[in-house]
């Protein structure tokens, strides 16, 4: 049954980035697919060069725990994602459409999130392990 559901997941995949490559290849507003190779290259080495190895050494400095080192990742992973967005605000050149929303204040909020639910996790983890270790009846 793994043998299956991992083939299928492989064949899935391949034809995911097959369609990709088909709509990259055809769109009319890619004019150099070059470009898109030079960007996702780019893309690759700052990810893997700069942002990953950032993220492991401030794990291993700063966060003595699974929870806190998780929450690193997550927020490292957000901010990979927001952080354009939040430079971004307030550049609309006139299109009010264009950026409209308050995306540090977003921004904030989704780490705030994330982080609660990761104190709400270790807090959780803790009582557990408090009512495990008290002897007496229950």
Not at 7 to 29: E, F, P
Not at 92 to 100: A, E, K
Request: aromatic residues 8%; charged residues 15%.
């Amino acid at each position: 049954m793994a043998r299956f559901l991992r083939l299928g997941t492989a064949l899935a995949g391949i034809a995911l980035m097959a369609y990709g490559l088909y709509g990259l290849l055809n769109d009319h507003y890619i004019t150099d697919p070059a470009d898109v190779l030079v960007w996702a290259v780019g893309g690759l080495l700052l990810h893997d060069g700069l942002w990953v190895p950032l993220v492991c050494l401030a794990g291993a400095r700063f966060a003595r725990g699974t929870a806190l080192r998780t929450w690193l990742i997550v927020a490292a992973a957000v901010t990979a994602v927001g952080l354009p967005a939040v430079l971004r605000a307030g550049t609309d050149h006139g299109n009010f459409t264009l950026l409209p929303l308050p995306y540090l204040r977003n921004y904030l909020l989704v780490l705030a999130a994330t982080g609660a639910l990761t104190l709400l996790g270790v807090a959780a983890s803790a009582v557990r392990r408090r009512r495990r270790r008290r002897p007496g009846p229950r």
